[in-house]
Structures are given as C-alpha cells and as structure tokens.
C-alpha cells in the first residue's frame, strides 16, 4: 500500500504527537516541504489539465464564479452553481475556477495513496480527493468541505486568509499569546495547510493554479454509529423496521449490545451532542401544511384507481392534482398528520419507494400543501 499521503508525510516536519495534541480538529496549521515527497502524486497538475479533467469526469463539474461576475447582479445568485462538463470547461476558459469532486474515482493512483489516510487518528474511514483548478479570475468562494481538510497545493501560488491562529511547522516556537482573527498563509507547491474546519478563504492565485483538496473529517465513522446509535435507542419505530435490525429477538439484542458498545467507543468530544439533534438527523426532513390551505380529498369520478386532490389557498386559484391508487393512500396518511411529519416516519409508514415519496412530497410542496420546515 502506498504511503504518499501518509499522515506522517502530509505533516512533515511537525512531529505527529504535536499535530494530534494541538492541532487536530482545534488548530490550523501549515507545513512546507519538496512537493517530490508526495512521489508519483507530484504530477497531478501535468496529468489533469482542465481538458482532462472534464473528459475523465463527465458528470457535471462546481464552477466557482469570478467576483467580478457577480457584481451589480440582481437578485443575488450563489458564488458557485453546477454545470454540465462542457459548460463548465467554456466558463473556464472565460476566467472562472472549477471544483471537482472525489478525483479518486477516476485516478487510480490518487485513490491508492488516499488508502493511507484512511483509518486516521482511529476515527476516519471516509476520506476523499477533491480538486481546485484556478481559473484566469480569481473565485468570489471556494466550496471547501465540512470538517477537517488538508490543502495539499501542487502548482502555482495562493493565498489564503485562515479564521484564527495558524502553527507553522517550520517556525522554531510559534507564538499563541495574540489572539488573531485572521492569518494570512501563502501556498506554493509542496505547501500543505491544514483546516479543521473550512473557516478559509481565497484571497489570491495565479492562474491554472492546483490544490488537491483532502476531506479528513474527524467524524466521518462516527456518523453512521451516531445515527443507527439513534435509530436504536431512541426510536421504538425504527427497532421494527426490518432494513434496520433483524426481526428475530436476539437480532434485536445483538444490534442493542452492538450500539451499546458503538456508544461506549465514542470520542469523549463527541458525547457532548444533544440526542434530539442525532433523532432529527435520523429523521430526515420535516414537513408542515401550509396555513390556509384547505384541502380536499375524493375519488375520481368513474375510476376507482385513481383520487383527486383539491387545493384551494385563502387568496388566489384552486389547484388540482390526480394521484393514483398508491399516492392517493400515501396523500391520505399526510392529510391526517395535521400537526406535521418527519420524512422518516412517512417511509416507515408508507412503505413506498424513497424516489416515489421524494417526488410526491416535492408535487405536494410546488402545490403549496406543504412546506419543509428549515432549521
């Protein structure tokens, strides 16, 4: 197993029991070095040109927006939006910077070394190589990922400006007693920055300039425990669902003794979340109806399969909408739940395809029945 993107070696010359007691998940910090130490992962920058990478992709690609292409624009639209490939490749070539998501996929040597940091600091299984191709502009935001990152930078030069104190690994004894709300970090092949979180932003870059992006996030395996962790003990409904735990009673024991030891091998930074916070993320999306909106329900006249759903706003026109015989009980079941409902509970429920219910609740929301409650 290759060892180019090693911990140790992503770090160096910070000695690795300093990185975990300071910096890890706490503190940025930016190591310098000969980009020649990553091996054959020094040639990213020749090997993935934009044209490359748009053929090697062809899904569509994050283009991050010049800021000068968004002055003056009314209404306000997002610093990034989603392109077809080729689309993509021309705003590039017109200035703008584009994100590609996990280069591993199609870079089989890239996807070796990422091996290596997988399993890191004992808590990270999920960990994946995204890059930035600066453009001839430079972007208003970079779509860093949540949670802990490594910019390992391999051609050209950037500047970042970091949230907070930064430890440089090459300064003898870096001083933390002025508090700073930023620091400014230049970057130059074979400079790594490290992020725990994505408090960073661009604030200069030559063009054609290559970051490959690593997201490391602390909790990456621990998320899925947290959430069947949830499923488990704090959702009686979840226990009979048969996709989560086997319906015998000692698989039900089994996957309680399982969690409860999942429980037990929880970080201690991590046993501080709120356990309504881990139902909710279980839960999935929460839906109200939409006040002063009647709703009336009846079968369609003639066919027996098929309902008719009659929508009519406290001011403005009246909606119809057919359903079928599958969608008219799942509508029936979302008319009842007067006071709301968690996209979970409709699954278990319904027991209706995710795509299906998915769609009817978006045909419901466009109707103005419903509306996804944020926050």
């Known amino acids: 197993m290759s060892d180019w993107l090693s911990l140790r070696r992503l770090i160096a010359p910070l000695p690795l029991a300093r990185f975990e007691r300071d910096c890890w998940g706490h503190e940025a910090a930016v190591m310098r070095g000969p980009l020649e130490r990553f091996g054959p992962l020094s040639g990213l920058a020749e090997a993935w040109p934009a044209e490359t990478l748009v053929l090697a992709h062809r899904a569509p690609l994050t283009v991050c927006y010049p800021r000068p292409w968004l002055r003056g ?9 989603v392109y077809p490939a080729t ?5 590039h070539h017109l200035g703008a910077s584009l994100y590609v998501r996990q280069l591993e996929r199609f870079d089989p040597i890239l996807n070796q070394a990422l091996a290596s940091l997988r399993g890191t600091a004992g808590s990270t299984t999920q960990v994946h190589g995204d890059v ?4 001839s502009s430079l972007p208003s935001e970079v779509p860093l990922p949540d949670g802990a990152t490594f910019l390992v930078h391999l051609h050209g ?4 400006a970091v949230s907070g104190l930064v430890l440089d690994a090459a300064a003898r004894s870096p001083s933390r007693a002025r508090k700073q709300r930023t620091t400014e970090v230049r970057t130059q092949p074979g400079t790594v920055l490290y992020l725990p979180t994505n408090t960073a932003r661009l604030t200069a870059s030559t063009e054609g300039a290559l970051t490959l992006v690593l997201s490391v996030p602390v909790q990456s ?3 899925p425990v947290l959430v069947r962790a949830a499923e488990l003990l704090l959702r009686v409904e979840a226990l009979r669902a048969p996709a989560l735990v086997p319906p015998t009673a000692s698989g039900k024991r089994k996957a ?25 993320e279980s839960r999935g999306r929460r839906f109200l109806r ?14 027996t399969d098929m309902s008719l759903l009659t929508l009519s706003p406290r001011h403005g026109p009246s909606t119809e909408v057919t359903l079928d015989a599958t969608f008219g009980q799942a509508c029936a079941w979302i008319l009842a739940q007067r006071t709301g409902f968690w996209e979970q509970d409709a699954r278990l429920s319904l027991g209706i395809e995710v795509e299906a219910l998915n769609g009817l609740l978006e045909a419901l929301e466009q109707a103005g029945l419903l509306q996804e409650r944020r926050g």
């Open 256 to 280: 309680l003794a399982a969690a409860a030891r999942a429980m037990q091998s929880l970080p201690t930074a991590l046993r501080d979340l709120h356990p309504h916070r881990l139902l909710a």
């Open 73 to 81: 624009v009314r209404p306000q639209v997002a610093p990034t939006a």
């Open 290 to 303: 939409t006040k002063g909106v009647r709703a009336r329900f009846r079968p369609l006249p003639g066919r």
């Open 221 to 223: 395996a621990i998320e």
């Open 87 to 91: 689309e993509a490749l021309v705003l």
């Open 157 to 160: 030069e950037q500047r970042w």
């Open 132 to 135: 930035l191709l600066t453009g």
